[in-house]
């Protein structure tokens, strides 16, 4: 049974710093991995897609890497600001045949920036 | 056009209410999903169509009975809840082709169900 990690749970941090989120997946034989953003209360926001077959995917001050083999995905924010303040989630996609994806869903980081 | 539309987005029902949850997407795909979302928890999947037909059923109540008029439209049909139904309900779409470039899910802004 496939499940998605993520650590840290909650991180608070200072406008303008570096950061990484972590996400970790048991079962490698996933079809891509998808990092959303989610405000409180809304919908979730797609961030950045990686198909199985990549390594890293880059939107802005947004870098996503993949490690199929060893189950592993991490998302850098540069230089974060204050709007970046937000829950994070990574989700799996997992086939099946003819009948849709799953997405399989992390716990989330809750990230907090600092003015 | 890109998004996934959802109506309501707020919605108070008693428990002998019925209610429609609706979604709505352009995009194109032929899949479609009702997730679940309680406070500070993951989405959790509820059903899944695919080319109109419902693929997956994740052991959900029958008080919950979802139905696909169309290829663009999704809706779930609120019977008899209970208040621990009270949840962010989100409707997502996604493409069947993995061929596609954008093979990834797309949600709507959900509809946040207060039961009581």
């Known amino acids: 049974k496939q499940e998605v990690t993520q650590i840290p749970a909650a991180l608070s941090v200072p406008e303008g710093e570096n950061l990484v989120l972590n996400c970790s997946f048991t079962?490698?034989?996933?079809?891509?991995l998808q990092w959303f953003r989610q405000d409180p209360g809304k919908g979730l926001t797609s961030l950045l897609l990686i198909q199985s077959s990549q390594r890293e995917q880059t939107s802005g001050r947004l870098n996503a890497s993949l490690d199929k083999s060893s189950g592993r995905s991490t998302l850098y924010i540069a230089a974060s600001q204050p709007g970046d303040s937000a829950t994070y989630l990574c989700a799996v996609r997992r086939e099946i045949y003819n009948q849709g994806g799953k997405l399989i869903f992390g716990q989330g980081t809750e990230l907090s920036v600092k003015p | 056009d890109t998004e996934v539309t959802q109506t309501p987005k707020h919605l108070v029902m008693g428990m002998t209410n019925k209610k429609s949850l609706k979604c709505e997407q352009h995009m194109g795909h032929r899949a479609m999903y009702w997730y679940k979302q309680k406070a500070k928890k993951p989405p959790e999947l509820m059903f899944v169509?695919?080319?109109?037909?419902?693929?997956i059923n994740e052991s959900v109540p029958s008080r919950f009975s979802p139905e696909c008029p169309n290829s663009s439209l999704l809706n779930l049909h609120l019977h008899a809840l209970q208040p621990e139904d009270s949840a962010l309900y989100l409707c997502a779409s996604s493409p069947m082709d993995p061929g596609r470039k954008n093979y990834g899910y797309t949600f709507g802004s959900g509809t946040r169900l207060t039961v009581v």
């Open positions: 169509y695919s080319y109109e037909k419902l693929s």
């Open positions: 079962d490698s034989a996933i079809y891509n």
